[in-house]
């Protein structure tokens, strides 16, 4: 079975990650995994800290020789800020004296920090923001890229688009998902429409002339799916509600949609549904309203799941606010922060989205080794065919 765990602060030397259960023998090359922590410092929107970090990741368990061995893989990711924040973040008691910041006392609303500090007891807000902070999705896209690797091992490619920031939306009807795939790569937001994308760029100048922030939607796709990840038989156990989740625990994720998701609701029931055809010795469809998805089950069509973003919490613009510790009133207004990170946040679903395609997988086809899974993988496929 697959889980992971991420661990580190915003501030801190590093982020750290570690992923259990991908089988043995999986080809794994550190430069996959350093091209989606590159892919998620891109987007047009982000703010100082951009410049300042070069994620790169560096594995130090599980893999050896390009191969990984079937033990947890452990990824390294250093935070070059941290240089500029060694004594606020020195983990020895000396360093609450020295810490040239003093501590945070004015929380931020939309932010973990009035409900974190409340909850774990602490005058200094910085010991929630720290971890609260969306610096941590690094050692998310890290864990996802592996997953991705072992997906592709099964034909399975995950990859995001942009379709919304502030009231912009894409229309990318009549696309192929490889040319949505290929424009978005190249687009500076991420986004499959040429024209939507540059209206986007301004709505974000126009954010930051403002002192204000945007949110917007991404979806992620996965390619080719087997039918039958996830199952209907335990709340638990359904793929859709666990892809659900992992979209949700995104920083600032605040709607997730599968398939038609919300529009669905909208139609009649003939308009919402993915009638049932056998064409060259399959079952398929024809549409893809259930987004790759029914009874919390892969049906074999695309699994597509899209992700809302509120404007980020952090603004130039102040907003009302109560010091935790004098309870003065004052207005919440900060320094350096990022304007719309929409962009980056679809190559963080991209990981999560992965993992939890992953996990499925894993949990279907076990194995220890690849060469086990792919066994059973193709077992499988020749038992839906046969049928
Ligand atoms: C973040 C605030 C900003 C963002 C950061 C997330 O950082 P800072 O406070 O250091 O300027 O740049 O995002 C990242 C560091 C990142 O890698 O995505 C926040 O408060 O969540």
Redesign the pocket.
Same mark, same amino acid.
């Given at each position: 079975m697959l889980r992971y765990l991420t661990a580190g602060e915003? !501030?801190g030397p590093m982020l750290t990650a570690i992923l259990e259960g991908i089988p043995a023998n999986l080809p794994l090359a550190v430069e996959e995994i350093t091209l989606d922590l590159a892919r998620?410092?891109q987007g047009y929107g982000?703010?100082?800290?951009?410049r300042i970090?070069k994620d790169e990741a560096n594995i130090v368990g599980g893999v050896r020789h390009g191969l990984t061995m079937g033990g947890p893989i452990a990824i390294l990711i250093a935070n070059r800020?941290w240089e500029n924040w060694k004594l606020t973040m020195d983990p020895t008691p000396t360093g609450r004296e020295a810490d040239p910041k003093g501590p945070v006392t004015r929380p931020r609303p939309g !932010?973990a920090d009035l409900a974190g500090a409340l909850k774990y007891g602490q005058q200094d807000i910085r010991n929630v923001?720290e971890r609260?902070?969306?610096?941590e999705?690094?050692a998310r896209v890290a864990v996802g890229a592996v997953c991705k690797r072992l997906l592709l091992q099964f034909g399975v490619e995950v990859f995001s688009h942009v379709v919304g920031i502030g009231t912009v939306v894409a229309k990318t009807d009549g696309l192929s998902f490889a040319e949505i795939r290929e424009r978005a790569e190249v687009s500076p937001v991420r986004c499959a429409d040429q024209q939507a994308g540059e209206a986007m760029m301004r709505k974000i100048d126009e954010a930051r002339s403002k002192g204000t922030s945007l949110g917007g939607v991404f979806e992620v796709v996965a390619l080719n799916p087997p039918v039958g990840l996830g199952s209907y038989v335990h709340w638990d156990c359904k793929l859709d509600g666990r892809l659900a989740q992992a979209v949700m625990s995104i920083?600032a994720i605040k709607g997730v949609e599968i398939g038609m998701g919300f529009e669905g609701a909208r139609c009649f029931g003939s308009e919402a549904h993915d009638e049932i055809f056998y064409e060259d010795g399959r079952f398929m469809r024809r549409t893809n309203r259930a987004g790759g998805l029914e009874g919390g089950m892969s049906n074999g069509e695309p699994i597509l799941v899209r992700g809302a973003m509120k404007p980020i919490a952090?603004q130039y613009a102040p907003m009302a606010s109560v010091d935790l510790c004098t309870k003065e009133p004052f207005k919440a207004s900060i320094e350096?922060?990022?304007i719309c990170?929409v962009p980056?946040a679809g190559v963080i679903g991209e990981a999560v989205v992965a993992y939890e395609i992953a996990r499925a997988f894993t949990e279907k086809f076990g194995g220890d080794s690849l060469e086990e899974m792919t066994r059973n993988y193709q077992g499988y496929l020749t038992s839906v065919r046969e049928r």
């Open positions: 915003s !501030h998620r410092q982000r703010g100082g800290r951009m970090e800020d !932010h923001l609260a902070s969306a610096r999705t690094t920083q952090t350096r922060s990022d990170a980056a």
